[in-house]
């Protein structure tokens, strides 16, 4: 089996320095749609926007986390730990979790740790939880839980691990958008450091078993997380602290998301669905704690 899971478990955390600019965080805002306003009267510089675009006055929204430094790298770094050895058309991103353990700054350097925190057997996936721990001088940033589905990896006897299935939120959402998906919306998120081709390549993503590039989960997961901060905490993203979903189904670029919110005072619950695919199940089981 390419999974060794006591191997993978046992392996040394992997240490290294990671760093970033206001460039950066404005690139990763541009590839989850700022600047583009669903609202047609509304032009790019509107000072909502230029909040996640212009330098002067740059805040970051906490999903950077998931690609700050070298672009998603405990999913890069966890498929090359030891134990580890998977074929990239069978892995597919399951779920994230961020947590927040203090406001992103604009440009930093900071020590991020990758480690497998866990493995379990889902009978015909195996699902690798990679975490990375990043820390400045000051203390802890933040921690990201990435879950990894590894297709045709499972069936060894392992744990099968918790379930992240919730009971559906009760009556009518407090407020429901919808966000358009640029044609070229992959590609453009791609740039801050996912270079998986499966978001690009047609002929990768058929022998993946898509019909053409999906976009990066990633990408749908900062997407909602702008919305919840726009629509419910007053823009102020400082407030969020902790974001968790599961990936539900895939996105094409050009759909258009439908995201459905349940707001309490603190905690939202969300659902995202593709509009044009009779709101398909986008993310699932989805929770932005806030203050």
């Not at 600019?21 to 749609?33: A, P």
């Not at 020590?111 to 990375?132: F, P, Q």
Request: proline share 8%; aromatic share 6%; hydrophobic share 40%.
């Amino acid at each position: 089996m390419p999974i060794d899971a006591a191997k993978a478990l046992a392996a040394e955390p992997r240490t290294g320095e990671i760093s970033w600019n206001s460039k950066d965080v404005q690139l990763y805002h541009l590839g989850i749609g700022a600047g583009s306003r669903p609202d047609k009267d509304s032009p790019a510089t509107d000072p909502d926007e230029l909040r996640y675009t212009l330098e002067s006055r740059l805040h970051v929204l906490p999903s950077f986390a998931t690609v700050a430094g070298s672009g998603a790298p405990g999913v890069i770094s966890g498929l090359s730990m030891p134990g580890i050895e998977v074929d990239l058309a069978k892995v597919l991103h399951g779920g994230q979790s961020l947590l927040v353990h203090r406001p992103l700054p604009a440009q930093g350097t900071a020590t991020a740790t990758h480690r497998i925190a866990a493995i379990y057997d889902k009978g015909k996936a195996a699902v690798l939880v990679l975490r990375t721990e990043v820390a400045d001088t000051e203390g802890p940033l933040w921690t990201n839980d990435a879950q990894i589905f590894v297709r045709g990896e499972g069936g060894w006897g392992g744990d099968r691990g918790p379930s992240a299935r919730l009971e559906p939120p009760a009556g009518e959402p407090d407020r429901t958008v919808e966000r358009p998906i640029r044609e070229d919306q992959a590609l453009l998120y791609r740039l801050s450091g996912d270079w998986n081709p499966l978001h690009a390549d047609p002929e990768f993503a058929k022998v993946a078993g898509f019909e053409r590039p999906i976009l990066h989960g990633l990408c749908t997961y900062g997407m909602t997380l702008k919305a919840v901060v726009d629509t419910l905490l007053g823009g102020d993203v400082t407030r969020v602290r902790s974001y968790v979903t599961r990936f539900a189904g895939v996105v094409y670029p050009g759909e258009t998301l439908r995201i459905r919110m349940w707001h309490t005072p603190r905690s939202t619950r969300v659902a995202v669905g593709a509009v044009e695919r009779g709101d398909a199940p986008v993310l699932a089981d989805t929770v932005v704690e806030h203050s």
